[in-house]
């Protein structure tokens, strides 16, 4: 059984950092792609970044955000920084089908609400 739970959300000023986790148990997080997405609420949810045999990240976060997994916690991380407003969503992540398809997921997390405080 699968298993996401994501963690390291809250209130943050602009411009403020947070490092979102994702533990997850019953899968080998270095053997899948795994992502990270959010949903704001009334729209629709984003694709943020992905990493498996490489890494991704949108290009709306992309010079902000950053994605790591640590392989001995089985754990992935969301790095942000430069916080806005904008970026108030639930933060989800998710695994991949395999290591190599950063766009298909079948297995996520309930989410974490981060809110940015103009």
């Known amino acids: 059984q699968v298993s996401l739970v994501e963690s390291g959300g809250g209130l943050v000023q602009a411009g403020g950092s947070l490092r979102l986790s994702c533990a997850v148990s019953?899968?080998?997080?270095?053997?899948?792609?795994m992502g990270w997405f959010r949903q704001a609420p009334g729209k629709a949810r984003e694709r943020l970044c992905g990493?498996?045999?490489?890494?991704y990240c949108a290009d709306s976060v992309k010079d902000r955000f950053i994605i790591s997994r640590d392989n001995a916690k089985n754990t992935v991380y969301l790095q942000m920084n430069s916080l806005e407003p904008e970026d108030t969503a639930t933060y989800l992540c998710?695994?991949?089908?395999?290591?190599?398809?950063?766009?298909?997921?079948?297995?996520w997390g309930q989410g974490t609400q981060v809110t940015v405080a103009s």
């Open positions: 019953g899968r080998t997080v270095s053997n899948y792609a």
């Open positions: 998710a695994s991949g089908t395999d290591k190599w398809n950063l766009r298909q997921y079948d297995y």
């Open positions: 990493i498996g045999w490489v890494t």
